[in-house]
């Protein structure tokens, strides 16, 4: 399983930026895929997550209301629309992907998420 995360960049607050995670080696629908991020310094910590049938997301209180986890099918790729961003959401951000050998963990911890892509940079200037 390979995941390609694509889409970061640098925006100014209060801006838009929307993340792509392309998926090969699997359909995705059959697992749960999540973003995380990692600021310099800082522990990797929990986004967003969406459950294999697409209808149940899981968000981190921070980007409630912000951001939106969505997935397609079809092209086996995930999303993350980060709105009205903020300079503390500046981090390399992570999709990452269960298997059946880590399902049993919690949805927002890393020890959740089998496989992992290459990271994409997000920074939010003022």
């Known amino acids: 399983v390979q995941l390609q995360a694509s889409g970061g960049g640098s925006v100014q607050t209060g801006g838009s930026l929307r993340l792509s995670c392309a998926a090969s080696?699997?359909?995705?629908?059959?697992?749960?895929m999540g973003w995380f991020r990692q600021a310099p310094g800082k522990e990797r910590q929990f986004v967003a997550a969406i459950f294999w049938n697409g209808r149940n997301r899981v968000y981190a209180d921070s980007v409630q209301g912000r951001f939106t986890i969505s997935g397609n099918n079809a092209r086996n790729t995930i999303y993350l629309q980060m709105n009205s961003l903020k300079y503390e959401d500046t981090a390399v951000y992570y999709c990452?992907?269960?298997?059946?050998?880590?399902?049993?963990?919690?949805?927002?911890?890393?020890?959740?998420?089998?496989?992992w892509g290459q990271g994409t940079l997000v920074t939010v200037s003022s």
């Open positions: 080696g699997r359909p995705f629908s059959s697992y749960a």
């Open positions: 990452a992907s269960d298997s059946a050998a880590t399902r049993g963990n919690p949805m927002r911890e890393t020890s959740r998420y089998h496989y």
